[in-house]
């Protein structure tokens, strides 16, 4: 019965080792994807961009964005979400829509259920949208049940 505890006791011990080990790269990613979009912040202060919300200042930004994108291919979530912002202001669902498929591609956790049904309700397709919320809503209301 002892050597079953060890075995059970070694098992959780390793589980909890990969929870750490993967916690830890984890911390790391959000500490650069943090740092990268202070770097960006930066490039916009530097090319003298100061956001007053405007229809210009939105395609101004892309521009920047884009610019700042190309300049670091590192793929980082928070610039490309701030980018997919900006086109959903810009009402270009489609580009939108594209580039959340990156995002999602690249780190199926920042995939956003509000972000997808914001473009398929920009680009009319109003059902799709209220799918998706609902789909949102009962998977929610599922788990709140359970627990």
């Known amino acids: ?5 060890l075995i059970t006791a070694d098992k ?3 589980k909890i080792n990969k929870d750490y080990k993967k916690t830890c790269k984890q911390i790391k990613y959000d500490e650069k994807t943090y740092d990268k979009f202070e770097e960006y912040m930066d490039f916009l202060k530097l090319n003298n961009f100061k956001n007053k919300y405007t229809t210009e200042d939105y395609i101004k930004e892309l521009e920047l964005c884009n610019k700042f994108l190309e300049k670091n291919p590192d793929f980082n979530d928070l ?3 701030h980018k997919i912002s900006l086109l959903i202001e810009l009402k270009k669902y489609d580009e ?3 580039n959340y498929k990156i995002l999602v591609n690249k780190n199926p956790e920042k995939s956003s ?4 049904a914001e473009c398929y309700a ?3 397709d109003k059902e799709k949208a209220f799918e998706l919320i609902n789909q949102k809503y009962e998977k929610e209301k599922k788990t709140v049940l359970i627990t």
């Not at 019965?1 to 505890?5: A, K």
Request: hydrophobic share 65%; glycine share 4%; aromatic share 10%.
């Open 96 to 98: 939108a829509l594209k």
């Open 1 to 5: 019965m002892f050597f079953l505890s």
């Open 122 to 124: 920009g680009l009319n």
């Open 79 to 81: 610039i490309l979400i």
């Open 12 to 14: 959780e011990l390793e």
């Open 113 to 116: 259920v509000h972000i997808l």
